[in-house]
Nanobody, 123 residues
Framework: VQLQASGGGLVQAGGSLTLSCTAS????????VGWFRQAPGLEREAISC????????TYGDSVKGRFTMFTDGSKKTWYLQMNNLKSEDTATYYC?????????????????WGQGTLVTVSS
């Protein structure tokens, strides 16, 4: 049972990145997957989530309109498209999964976490 996040890197402000989260080793019939991020010294915060019950839910006014989560269910991969990146988006980005059909903003509801991928935005 594993989640693997990838796609982070160094990008200039205003640029774009697409992160990927690939799941393996478990059933996907009822699974909610979320993207979170954690900047140094700050708490981990929710960005977006997709579940079987709903399309992507985006959290946080700071990323709405710039970040989009989507999935290719057949490939068991979830993506986070990030556009118009800003220096304040610099953080380690994590994908996480929970069994069930509901998304939650609180990290405590997600039991499986990927290793994180670092995104650095230079101004």
């Amino acid at each position: 049972v594993q989640l693997q996040a990838s796609g982070g890197g160094l990008v200039q402000a205003g640029g774009s990145l697409t992160l990927s989260c690939t799941a393996s080793g478990f059933s996907f019939s009822d699974l909610a997957v979320g993207w979170f991020r954690q900047a140094p010294g700050l708490e981990r915060e929710a960005i977006s989530c997709i579940s079987r019950n709903s399309g992507p839910t985006t959290y946080g006014d700071s990323v709405k309109g710039r970040f989009t989560m989507f999935t290719d269910g057949s490939k068991k991969t979830w993506y986070l498209q990030m556009n118009n990146l800003k220096s304040e988006d610099t953080a380690t980005y994590y994908c996480a999964a929970r069994a069930g059909r509901l998304c939650f903003e609180d990290t405590k509801y997600f039991g499986l976490w990927g290793q994180g991928t670092l995104v650095t935005v230079s101004s």
